[in-house]
């Protein structure tokens, strides 16, 4: 699984970083960003978070 952004929907609001008990995702240059992928438990806590639905697990 992996975490997808759609930087088309994404505000940068920070919702889901916020959500991520696991640190996975951060703001980088203003945009969030998987930085630790392989930390992620597919809880959905971020996905379910964003106010915008930008963020999505996926299966790769």
Do not use: F, K, Q
Request: hydrophobic residues 30%; charged residues 20%; aromatic residues 2%.
């Amino acid at each position: 699984m992996a975490v997808s952004v759609n930087y088309d929907l994404c505000t940068g609001c920070r919702n889901c970083i916020e959500n991520c008990s696991n640190n996975v995702l951060d703001l980088v240059n203003g945009r969030v960003t998987p930085v630790n992928p392989d930390e992620c438990t597919e809880c959905l806590t971020c996905e379910l978070g964003c106010p915008h639905e930008a963020i999505h697990i996926i299966e790769e």
